[in-house]
């Protein structure tokens, strides 16, 4: 039986890889003593061995109490291995031994960054910049995190907090930009950008941002010159060869667009804009059959991907193929749920008002904010972070009505539920609209489950002899010239009542007149 000796010795020879082994083995054969376990998993945690890290540490963990620095290299393995609730178990132990792990907040505040879990990411991320206020990556985090809320007034000061703290690095002058962006300030976000290449001349990702902000103020020729300044500098970024196959599909050249997207998918497979234009391009060059492959293509590597259901039923309806549309993509996967009244109120009319109080006077409450649908109203940026108020009851009835969808229509066997996990981030804004309101036809392109509640509407949205204010599913974007109609299905909305629907369903909502206010509480599961 191998002992700790044994261990140690493999390790001073500079073969940690053996003590691993040696320590796996005398896991597998049982009476190992409890320091062969925590050297065996140090060590393979330390070679990046996670799988086996892990489990030599779960082992010991189950025969005594593990300390602060193997709770942390076990969490650290977990995260790795993409185990997030061993990795979030073992973290919050850590930091129940010792809350001033510096290591531990900044693990677990950005493994809460990538689970889209905003305030805890934004607290174990603050608790790591109290800790080493010069660690410039957490800073980084805790700004990723905070553009996660939409909160772009906070955003703002918080960037410019860092570029006085770390004047050299780009990630904050970025990160300004981009806040400036995602509120429609152009010539705000061009100036940040323009200052980012007096300092660094060729970097490819200011160029992209600057040429973006121009673009989104209409100065086309303005764009094509400073793309050609920017390829004279011996930069070139996937970013900018797309917005340069745009130019060229938006002067109405779909044949140069489609090659020169073609030629950034050579490079950048997965870049999400230059598929979609491609598609758009085939569509406008009529070439609808190439569209088709291209769709089933990359559907046939990712059966559940959000934008190719979606592109593919519009490229189906463009060759006239409209039932086959439907069917790839049936109306019957729009479900409507009644959720219950949740703890702690009297009736869903009393839940209804308390979420109507929480988003008219939420802290992210803005005017049609850039890249959104909604045109003449008003959007929050994420409502499951601080402050909760009753959205903590919400994402519970979110969950009951993904299990009620999922019992429904689970058995259908379409592709859309070949991704589904029961465990999921979960995203969830509100819109607010007033006479002419609406929002354009969209998906939710990084969503895979969404879903619309409506805790407040106006009479005439209630009337069953008008369309005014309903939400309709499967009508084109306005870019697509469609050769066929598409069959467009319209919902009416009731107060209390959510709809749940593939994010791969372009949905708009009609305009309505005659004053009042419709709330919709819009929101996105995604699987991990």
């Not at 007096?198 to 764009?223: M, T, Y």
């Not at 929050?380 to 009835?397: A, D, I, Q």
């Amino acid at each position: 039986m191998a002992t700790e000796h044994d261990i140690k010795a493999l390790i001073k020879a500079g073969k940690p890889r053996d003590a691993v082994q040696v320590a796996l083995e005398a896991a597998a054969a049982g009476g190992v003593a409890d320091r062969v376990l925590a050297l065996g998993g140090q060590a393979a945690y330390v070679i990046g061995a996670n799988s086996e890290a892990l489990e030599l540490f779960a082992q010991l963990d189950v025969r005594t109490q593990l300390d602060g620095t193997q709770l942390a290299m076990m969490g650290h393995a977990a995260d790795l291995l993409g185990v997030h609730a061993a990795a979030l178990s073992a973290y919050r132990r850590a930091l129940g031994l010792n809350d001033r792990d510096l290591a531990v907040h900044f693990n677990l505040g950005s493994l809460h960054l990538r689970r889209h879990e905003w305030s805890d990411a934004i607290r174990h991320l603050e608790c790591a910049t109290d800790l080493k206020p010069d660690w410039a990556a957490a800073w980084g985090n805790l700004g990723c995190a905070l553009l996660g809320t939409e909160r772009y007034g906070r955003c703002l000061e918080f960037f410019r907090a860092c570029m006085v703290r770390f004047p050299a690095e780009r990630a904050f002058h970025a990160g300004l930009a981009e806040t400036l962006m995602k509120m429609g300030e152009h010539g705000a976000a061009e100036s940040e950008f323009r200052q980012m290449l007096k300092h660094r001349a060729s970097d490819p990702e200011a160029w992209a941002g600057l040429i973006a902000a121009v673009v989104q103020d209409n100065r086309f020729e303005e764009a094509r010159i400073m793309i050609a300044e920017a390829q004279g500098k011996s930069t070139g970024s996937p970013e900018l060869d797309e917005i340069k196959a745009s130019l060229a599909l938006e002067a109405g050249d779909a044949p140069a667009a489609i090659r020169q997207y073609e030629e950034v998918l050579n490079a950048s497979p997965r870049h999400r804009r230059a598929r979609l234009n491609l598609i758009e391009a085939y569509l406008a060059a009529g070439q609808a059959e190439k569209a088709l492959k291209f769709c089933d293509d990359i559907l046939a590597a990712a059966p559940g991907d959000a934008d190719m259901l979606a592109y593919k039923a519009l490229v189906l309806i463009d060759l006239g193929r409209v039932e086959e549309s439907a069917r790839f993509l049936p109306p019957d996967l729009v479900m409507g749920y009644r959720p219950v009244c949740p703890d702690g109120f009297a009736s869903m009319a009393d839940f209804n008002k308390a979420m109507v109080d929480h988003i008219l006077g939420h802290p992210s409450l803005t005017p049609s904010p850039f890249g959104h649908a909604t045109v003449k109203g008003l959007h929050t940026g994420s409502l499951v972070c601080e402050p909760w108020g009753p959205m903590k009851h919400f994402t519970g009835m979110i969950a009951e009505g993904a299990k009620a969808y999922k019992k429904r229509n689970g058995p259908s066997g379409h592709p859309f539920f070949h991704r589904w996990n029961d465990d999921y981030s979960l995203t969830v804004w509100a819109v607010v609209m007033e006479e002419g309101s609406h929002q354009m036809p969209h998906i939710h392109p990084s969503g895979y489950l969404s879903g619309v509640y409506y805790p407040l509407l106006p009479d005439q949205v209630r009337d069953p002899g008008s369309t005014d204010g309903m939400i309709e599913f499967f009508d084109a974007p306005e870019q697509f010239n469609l050769r066929h109609p598409a069959p467009a299905q319209i919902f009416p909305p009731q107060e209390g009542v959510m709809f749940l629907f593939p994010s791969a369903y372009f949905h708009r909502t009609i305009p309505y007149t005659g004053g009042g206010t419709r709330i919709s509480v819009a929101f996105d599961l995604v699987p991990r």
